[in-house]
Each structure stands twice: as C-alpha cells, then as structure tokens.
C-alpha cells in the first residue's frame, strides 16, 4: 500500500528578507556539522559547515551558529532571494565509536521565498 | 555536482528484478556512499566504503548489495526488487585528506520505482 511520509517543517517569506532555519541534532559527541540545499530534482549541495570548537560561521550570504549547549544549529540567509527557495538538510559527523565519521541528516526544512 | 554522476537517472521495474545503480566520481576521493530518501525520512546510509577493499553496511542495508569496482566507481544492487526499496537514490564522495571533516559531495539521484 501506499505509504504516507512525514510533513517536513515549512518556512515562507518574502524576498529581501533574512530566513532563520534551525535544527536539533541527537549525539553531544558529534564534531562537526554541515548545512545542505537540495532543489527540486537534484542532490543535496553543501552550503557551509562548522567545526565543534566554534560558535559561528560567516560564510556568502549565509551564517551558521551553533549552541552545543542545547545542542542546536541554525542557518541565516540574508537577503533571501528566489533562488533559494529548497529544502534545507543539517547534517552532524559523529566522533568515535561506531558512528565516527558517518554524517547523520535532520529531516529537513522547505523554504519558500515569494517575489 | 557534476563530479559525481549516477545511471541510470530514472528506472521504472518490477518486483522481483534485479537492478544495479551505477556512480562514478572524478573527484578523487576515497570515500564513497550510497544513500535512500523518502519524503520525510531525510537521507538514510544504505553502504559506505572508504576505500577500493572496505565496504560496510549502513542502517539500512537489507536488501542491498555493493560493489566497489574502482575508486572512482561505487555500485549498488537490489538483488530482488520490491515496491518498498521505491524512493530517491544518492551516491556521494567524501575525502579522507580533508582532515575528518568528511564533507560529502551528491551526485544527481536516481529514481526508482518499483512496481
């Protein structure tokens, strides 16, 4: 039978305006951690990534901040435009045991940027 | 990226038959994995190898064989396909010189539908 998926998180704005995208990752022990955009019909695309000594990450247009503390990560785009209306996927690396060096994704978030 | 690219792009088959999923990479990386993703699952790790002798099972390896041939090709198989292993295909490429960060570049996808 047909199965039903599960609705992912759905962010809308305009264009010009900044978009907060948040995710909460699973394993304190995760070292390092990515952001990727998937269009429609294509393969994930790594936007930025920061390592677990930081706190924040500058990169084009986007900054990635992340809170060990509470274990959450989040991506600001400025300025959002058309273009990167996607679904957005965080992803965490874990740091030993059997999970070393394997990335682990968040569900992802749709954004939807309207002219 | 077009570093990595998948064949076939679209499949539509049957239960029951045997379908290979074929990537290739000019990035040279060692690092080659194959994931699954359905709406709302996020990507799941079906196999990974991280280099031309080492192949291990993901989360989800049940159903599914792998074959690396080369570094630069990583094949996946459904020995006997059923309408469950229906979804979206990723190979991605990852580097061990790039100090644990273990970034993964996606090819394309595949879509496959099994009827």
């Known amino acids: 039978g047909e199965s039903v998926g599960l609705h992912l998180p759905t962010l809308s704005v305009q264009e010009g305006d900044n978009s907060i995208i948040n995710c909460a990752y699973s394993n304190s022990a995760s070292d390092y951690f990515i952001w990727y955009k998937q269009e429609s019909g294509k393969g994930p695309q790594f936007i930025i990534d920061?390592?677990?000594?930081?706190d924040k990450r500058q990169g084009q247009r986007v900054t990635v901040l992340l809170n060990k503390t509470v274990k959450h990560l989040s991506l600001q785009i400025a300025a959002t435009q058309p273009g990167d209306s996607a679904v957005y996927f965080c992803a965490e690396k874990g740091a030993g045991g059997t999970s070393y060096g394997k990335l682990t994704f968040g569900q992802g978030t749709i954004l939807t940027v309207h002219p | 990226d077009a570093d990595v690219t998948q064949t076939p792009r679209n499949r539509i088959t049957k239960t029951g038959k045997r379908i290979m999923l074929e990537c290739s990479q000019t990035k040279g990386h060692d690092r080659m994995y194959w994931y699954r993703q359905d709406p709302g699952l996020g990507l799941r790790l079906i196999y990974y190898s991280f280099d031309v002798k080492d192949i291990n099972k993901g989360e989800i390896s049940d159903g599914y064989s792998v074959s690396r041939q080369a570094q630069a090709k990583f094949s996946l198989s459904l020995e006997s396909a059923i309408p469950n292993q229906t979804a979206l295909y990723f190979c991605a490429t990852s580097d061990t010189a790039s100090g644990g960060h273990n970034t993964q570049y996606f090819g394309p996808g595949t879509r496959l539908t099994v009827l």
């Open positions: 920061i390592r677990s000594n930081m």
